[in-house]
Nanobody, 122 residues
Framework: VQLQASGGGLVQAGASLRLSCAISGSTFSSTAMAWFRQAPGNEREFVAALSWTGGSTSYADSVKGRFTISRDAWRVTVYLQMNILESEDAAVYYC????????????????WGQGTQVTVSS
């Protein structure tokens, strides 16, 4: 399974940005996808996740109401729409995928893509 994240960039605080993650390869075992982020000096943290099958979603409290995770109809791309960006949102964002083994916000993810940098200027 290969994951390719894109869409990062430099934006001003309050602006919006949409990240994309394309999944390819043997995807049959990947029933969920997620976004994580890691800022310098911090541990990687969960941002949002989506179940391919039931469409259920999960969000970190810090992004609820501002970020939306979604997928395309062909289950090959997952998006993260980020609105009202704050300086605290600046980080490298990673997408992940895997079979559902527990709560979306707390499960172990099998596959990881490379990161895409999001920079927020104040």
């Amino acid at each position: 399974v290969q994951l390719q994240a894109s869409g990062g960039g430099l934006v001003q605080a309050g602006a919006s940005l949409r990240l994309s993650c394309a999944i390819s390869g043997s995807t049959f075992s990947s029933t969920a996808m997620a976004w994580f982020r890691q800022a310098p000096g911090n541990e990687r943290e969960f941002v949002a996740a989506l179940s391919w099958t039931g469409g259920s979603t999960s969000y970190a409290d810090s992004v609820k109401g501002r970020f939306t995770i979604s997928r395309d109809a062909w289950r090959v791309t997952v998006y993260l729409q980020m609105n009202i960006l704050e300086s605290e949102d600046a980080a490298v964002y990673y997408c992940s995928a895997g079979p559902i083994t527990g709560l979306l916000s707390n499960m172990t993810w099998r596959y990881w893509g490379q990161g895409t940098q999001v920079t927020v200027s104040s």
